[in-house]
């Protein structure tokens, strides 16, 4: 039981337009989500993960094309289904696509995207991803329903929301674990490679290990939060070590 690791770096991006939204080419211009998503990799990340949001409130295009270039790993492309940012995948050929959800109307009741309702648009877009060599993760709820309907788009890869994990304790927490098992293992079954994420962090991720088959975990706000005491490279071998 174990699993490898994806940092999200979108939050070095946070703080970059916390000050520099508006004077991007300023010489002043950091921190460098490039030069995190390095760190993160001599710390053990398999993969770096990036979300190309709408409003560009963090990540913004040209970081996108320059981690592609430069990273040593494999680029895991976060985005919502719209055309503008499918164009936009199709240029960076990333090597890894995670749709998800970005406004109200696209998000089940607990916030991964809703793959029943969003059938035709997803399909549409899943046929361009795999023609242009692009492999597809959907970011869904672990819900029977949302399961069936990824393996019914032959998703090769589904990313299970952590996040009603990570917000619940006791016996309601014991009932999302529980509810993640039984999500992976549906996956699994339909021969869809299993990954999770949101919320996850130093203290809650132990338990989500016991998902069955679980390939990759990626994980953002915690290790980026860590690194500001620790430097990110530390701060993902930190990571890379529990899920080990
Ligand atoms: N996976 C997906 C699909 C996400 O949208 C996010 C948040 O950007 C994460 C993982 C990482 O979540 P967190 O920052 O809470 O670790």
Redo the contacts with the bound molecule.
Sequence with gaps: MGAVLGV?I??VATVRQARYAKNSSSINVEPDPVEAALAAERGGAIGI?A?LRQDRRHVVDHDIFRLKEAIGTKLNL?MGNSPEIVAIALKVLPADV?L?PESREEVTTEGGLDCIAHRAALESTLKAMRDAGIRVSL?IDPEPGQIEAAASLEAPVV?LHTGAYAEASGVARDAELARLIAAARLASEAGIQVNA????NYVNVKPILALPKLVEL?????IVSRSLFVGMEQAAREMAALLA
């Design positions: 999200n979108d939050h993960t979300h976060e995670c998800v970011f990313e994420g949101h919320g996850l990626n994980i953002g706000h915690s």
